[in-house]
Nanobody, 122 residues
Framework: QLAESGGGLVQAGGSLTLSCQAT????????VGWFRQAPGGGERELVG????????NYRDSVKGRFTVSRDRAKNTMYLQMNSLRPADTAVYYC?????????????????WGQGTQVTVSS
């Protein structure tokens, strides 16, 4: 089970940090993806990933502004978001899969958090 927290309302240029804690049975090694879904629905897009060994990747629009990290001892993952823009407004989801290397697509992740709303005002 994945429990997210940390969303909210922030002005453009501000920062937020999302947390995602994995509880219950967890794989000995798993990778993490952070996704978001813009208002009005549509597809969830991959924002960033982190492998079991800590290698990260990001979509181009958030590079240099967002940072994915994890604390393996606490089974907690983080998405640090700086220099937020109105276009970043979305519901953000963390997801995990029982492989050390992250996937790139929604269907590759069997475990999902409930989502947390991030709203960036202009």
């Amino acid at each position: 089970q994945l429990a997210e927290s940390g969303g909210g309302l922030v002005q453009a240029g501000g920062s937020l940090t999302l947390s995602c804690q994995a509880t219950g049975r967890t794989s000995t090694s798993y990778s993490v993806g952070w996704f978001r879904q813009a208002p009005g629905g549509g597809e969830r897009e991959l924002v960033g990933t982190i492998s079991w060994t800590g290698v990260t990747n990001y979509r181009d629009s958030v590079k240099g502004r967002f940072t994915v990290s994890r604390d393996r001892a606490k089974n907690t993952m983080y998405l640090q978001m700086n220099s937020l823009r109105p276009a970043d407004t979305a519901v953000y989801y963390c997801a995990t899969r029982d492989y050390g290397v992250p996937g790139q697509y929604v269907y590759e992740y069997p475990y999902w958090g409930q989502g947390t709303q991030v709203t960036v005002s202009s």
